[in-house]
């Protein structure tokens, strides 16, 4: 565990937290006046390993070279010029901090945002260590400033990343639907009426990054994916983007706990270590030559193990005026099919070095046919 502390008088900034991934809807911008919640469970933080905000440049501004040296293999509009390692935590978790009142304002809609830069001050020093972003339609988080903090380990704390069998025992689903909020409905949170069941936004994103490694896996060709939900939110896309035929590639969900991948699987869709990132390997035999298409542990657990939704009664009701609070949204499925997030998997295709080849370049560059088809 750590804390971090203010770099210029030393005065503790948060509470004692764990490491953990960035998750992959850490950058979403969801919906238009949707409110969503906070980004980060309380106790953890992650880093962005990524350049992240301004300077902003351009494609042409930047090159492919320099882009490439940065990760990015296709044209990315635009390219943040910040630097990497930008800290995100739940806003809660950093009692040593308030916020400055006069870059409160700057261009937003019903909160906070980032465009006018740190908005947050060590209470100690005044010296601007965060923003803070509570808008419509973004996460609500904490994004420390990489140079203006100091991470200090915490004494007797063990920092050894949990086993894959410790994260099966303690590790969650992510449901893959969600009750939605508009901004301001807070007013009447009585009434269901401003609430929507949703496809989850995390999902979304996670299949969005995961979309982008099955089809630089395809290779071109045809993928294959197991029915059920895997199906429900990969096939549309796979269907739509691959063309069809003969010489199929098959994807298959493999992970710790499942029996071993079968043999003639080319793509495992694997989980990601909750704390490190990195991807789950299967055990010495064939499946260890397949592409492996990391997806968010809870997204892969909610494939792998979906749970039981509660029993809803088939008849009768409620008295007038009385709301059910155990209502199951796996009971109404949203009406609209899967939509991906098309911001997540454009960031996760750009950042694959397979984009370059002609297949992907030309899909990359067909705008209409990636916006128009409906899966996005």
């Known amino acids: 565990m750590f804390v971090f502390v203010c770099a210029e008088c030393g005065a503790e900034l948060t509470t004692p937290l764990s490491q953990v991934v960035l998750p992959a809807h850490a950058h979403q911008s969801y919906g238009n006046g949707t409110q969503l919640p906070v980004l980060m469970e309380s106790g953890t933080f992650a880093v962005d390993p990524e350049p992240s905000g301004p300077p902003w440049r351009t494609w042409e501004e930047i090159g492919p070279e320099e882009a490439a040296a940065r990760g990015v293999y296709a044209p990315d509009h635009p390219v943040p010029g910040g630097a990497p390692g930008a800290i995100v935590l739940a806003p809660g978790d950093a009692p040593g901090t308030r916020l400055i009142p006069e870059h409160g304002g700057g261009g937003y809609c019903c909160g906070l945002g980032r465009a006018d830069g740190p908005n947050v001050a060590c209470v100690a020093c005044r010296l601007p260590v965060a923003t803070r972003i509570d808008d419509c339609s973004l996460w609500q988080a904490l994004w420390l400033v990489p140079d203006a903090v100091r991470r200090l380990p915490v004494d007797g704390a063990d920092a050894t990343p949990r086993s894959w069998a410790r994260v099966m025992a303690e590790g969650v689903s992510t449901p893959p639907f969600e009750a939605m909020a508009g901004w301001g409905s807070r007013t009447r949170v009585a009434h269901w009426t401003n609430h929507w069941w949703s496809w989850s936004p995390r999902w979304q994103a996670a299949v969005g990054q995961a979309l982008a490694h099955l089809l630089a896996a395809s290779e071109g060709r045809p993928v294959t994916v197991p029915d059920g939900l895997a199906g429900e939110v990969f096939r549309p896309a796979l269907d739509a983007l691959l063309p069809p035929g ?54 892969w657990r909610g494939l792998v193990l979906p749970e039981r939704g509660r029993p809803v009664p088939a008849s009768g009701g409620l008295p007038e005026g009385v709301l059910r609070d155990d209502y199951d949204p796996s009971a109404s499925r949203p009406r609209p099919p899967f939509q991906a997030d098309g911001r997540a998997f454009r960031h996760a295709m750009v950042r694959i070095p397979a984009v370059r080849g002609p297949w992907l370049r030309e899909l990359m560059g067909d705008g209409a046919r990636l916006s128009g088809a409906g899966f996005f």
């Open 246 to 299: 003969p010489g199929a590639r098959r994807a298959a969900l493999a992970g710790p706990g499942l029996p071993d991948p079968e043999p003639d699987a080319d793509i495992l869709l694997v989980p990601a270590h909750p704390q490190t990132g990195e991807t789950w390997t299967p055990p010495p035999g064939p499946a260890r030559e397949a592409y492996r298409v990391p997806l968010a542990f809870g997204v």
